[in-house]
């Protein structure tokens, strides 16, 4: 089992719709969690930490389930610039080593 | 304007030859990491430093050195004993707060192909 599974879609959606992702890790010491995000040929870019209560950014909210081991990530009436790969990140312990999933890609067509 | 940089953006080389990857920070980091990323997988780490005259293998170092002889810098050679060597490798860096990890911040990145 991979430690951080997403699945990597695409998620063709129109826009203003409100599409979820979710990202389960099979560590259950891992400590932090994080989205990031990535548009084609680019670096990752960090969209938001996650939280045990739950955080909301604008119009993306993401929250953290640890005894399911699971994250989400709620993006509310998606624009067209949403467009990109959302990878779950994942620090489980020493080193400051991150665990990243293989993205979820997410279309947001007219 | 602080961040991090990576050059070159495209490289090309031969089988068999070694190549330096450059990765430079002005944002005061300690610690500083190289990734790959290959298609339909996530980024794998290659190596890591959290201080400068240290450094750590991560779960893929077969084939690859590195050196943090400042804290500015932490290029990162694949040598010819790197099997698949065609990818793009993402340097990061982060501050270090102790045993929570910091948010890390990537540069834009090396597209490295194999002739």
């Known amino acids: 089992r991979k430690e951080v599974e997403q699945d990597p879609g695409p998620f063709n959606v129109p826009e203003g719709a409100t599409v979820a992702f979710n990202c389960t890790y099979s560590?259950?010491?891992?400590?932090?969690f994080f989205w990031y995000r990535q548009d084609c040929r680019k670096e990752p870019k960090l969209l938001m930490s996650?939280?045990?209560s739950g955080n909301e950014d604008g119009r993306f909210t993401a929250q953290l389930n640890r005894a399911s081991q699971y994250i989400s990530l709620l993006i509310r009436d998606s624009k067209l610039s949403d467009s990109a790969t959302y990878l779950c990140?994942?620090?489980?312990?020493?080193?400051?080593?991150?665990?990243f999933g293989t993205g979820t890609q997410l279309k947001v067509e007219l | 304007d602080g961040g991090i940089t990576q050059s070159p953006k495209y490289l090309f080389r031969k089988e068999g030859q070694n190549v330096t990857l450059s990765c430079e920070q002005n944002l005061n980091h300690d610690a500083m990491y190289w990734y790959r990323q290959d298609p339909g997988q996530g980024l794998r780490l290659i190596y890591y430093?959290?201080?400068?005259?240290?450094?750590q293998k991560g779960d893929i170092a077969e084939g690859y050195s590195v050196s943090r002889e400042k804290k500015e810098s932490f290029p990162l050679t694949v040598t010819s004993a790197q099997k698949n060597p065609t990818a793009f490798y993402l340097c990061?860096?982060?501050?270090?707060?102790?045993?929570?990890?910091?948010?890390?911040?990537f540069g834009p990145g090396t597209r490295l192909t194999v002739l």
């Open positions: 560590n259950s010491a891992s400590q932090s």
């Open positions: 990061a860096s982060s501050t270090r707060q102790g045993r929570q990890t910091d948010t890390q911040y």
């Open positions: 430093s959290q201080i400068v005259n240290d450094f």
């Open positions: 990140v994942v620090f489980t312990g020493g080193g400051n080593k991150l665990t």
């Open positions: 996650v939280y045990s």
